[in-house]
């Protein structure tokens, strides 16, 4: 069983539901971040896994790979591509103001 992948799903089912985040159709801005976000993320997951700062059970992975880092990784940039522009835009933004 993919348990990584499992937690991650549940996680982002649970995360949209909470910030209840509508169904439409992402700007090109979110879609370079995203890509940034996922190339980053290869570039340095693979890193620490080849130097094994971090490692999986290979049981709770699905064995699907970019680079060295299990596709489970990615997750974690798909959220922060969600999630941080949300934010912004609800607690912040263009109203945020120097101290």
């Not at 094994?52 to 699907?64: A, C, E, R």
């Not at 489970?72 to 934010?87: K, L, R, S």
């Amino acid at each position: 069983m993919a348990t990584y992948l499992l937690v991650n799903i549940i996680f982002m089912l649970l995360i949209l539901a909470f910030v209840r985040i509508g169904i439409h159709t992402p700007s090109k801005k979110w879609w370079a971040l995203l890509g940034v976000l996922l190339l980053l993320t290869a570039v340095f997951d693979s890193v620490l896994v080849y130097f094994q700062v971090v490692g999986y059970d290979l049981d709770k992975i699905l064995g699907v790979y970019i680079g060295y880092a299990p596709v489970e990784d990615f997750f974690y940039a798909i959220f922060a591509a969600i999630v941080v522009p949300w934010a912004w835009n609800n607690f912040g933004g263009d109203n945020v103001r120097d101290a």
